[in-house]
């Protein structure tokens, strides 16, 4: 597509529930990341894939969190037994690994959750 | 491992004032320095990038040069307007280009009218 597209764009669960984010990348990127956005925070990194090379798990935060991504096509990022902390903007962004150097990353729009 | 610091915010300024939000970084090799801006509600956007030493990046009355010497990237615009009101990210690229962008904590600009 044009763009990266995540969805949901806001989420509202119950702790405990699971719940299961989606990103679209950008036709032809390999690259793709999640991020974590708290509220007036940073940018923190979750996980990376780069096609079908292991994933870079060193950002996940607990083994709550976990993504999938097949081939080098849409991913989900899954956080089970949501707690509050966990309440935060998910970001995900694709690049084509050469161009990263110099282009940077397309972000998609982010999905609100919100743990209540 | 590879840094990002940036001034901390908020930052709030009268429209057509002059704008500086510093940035520092620690790399190894010839990293790639970008800034993002994120407008209220929305997501994260390429603002400017430079890719080796002395470049200058520049977008929408911004500019940013690459300093080697002071590993600095410092954001500046000579006017701001109400609509320049964001969070600005500082970021950094490594010399591979194979692993995570690091990003600075943000600053946010607010600019009153």
């Known amino acids: 597509g044009a763009g990266v597209s995540q969805s949901p764009s806001n989420k509202v669960t119950e702790k405990g529930k699971d719940v299961e984010l989606r990103c679209d990348p950008i036709?032809?990127?390999?690259?793709l990341y999640w991020y974590r956005q708290r509220l007036g925070q940073g940018l923190e990194f979750l996980i990376y894939?780069?096609?079908?090379?292991?994933?870079?798990k060193s950002g996940l935060p607990s083994d709550r969190f976990s993504a999938e991504r097949t081939g080098e096509s849409v991913s989900t990022l899954t956080i089970q037994r949501t707690q509050q902390e966990d309440s935060a903007v998910y970001l995900c962004?694709?690049?084509?690994?050469?161009?990263?150097?110099?282009?940077?990353?397309?972000f998609g729009s982010g999905t609100r959750l919100t743990v209540v | 491992g590879d840094s990002v610091t940036q001034m901390e915010g908020p930052v709030t300024l009268s429209e057509e004032a002059f704008l500086t939000i510093n940035c520092t970084y620690t790399a190894t090799g010839y990293p790639s320095l970008f800034w993002y801006v994120q407008y209220p509600g929305e997501g994260l956007q390429l603002l400017l990038k430079a890719t080796k030493a002395d470049d200058k990046g520049s977008n929408k009355g911004f500019e940013a040069t690459y300093r080697k010497e002071t590993t600095s990237f410092h954001l500046e615009k000579g006017s701001v307007q109400v609509s320049d009101s964001a969070v600005y990210f500082c970021a950094l690229s490594d010399h591979s280009g194979n692993t995570p962008l690091v990003f600075g904590k943000g600053t946010r600009l607010s600019v009153i009218a």
């Open positions: 036709s032809g990127h390999t690259a």
């Open positions: 962004a694709s690049s084509r690994p050469t161009e990263t150097r110099g282009y940077g990353y397309t």
């Open positions: 894939f780069q096609g079908n090379s292991a994933p870079d």
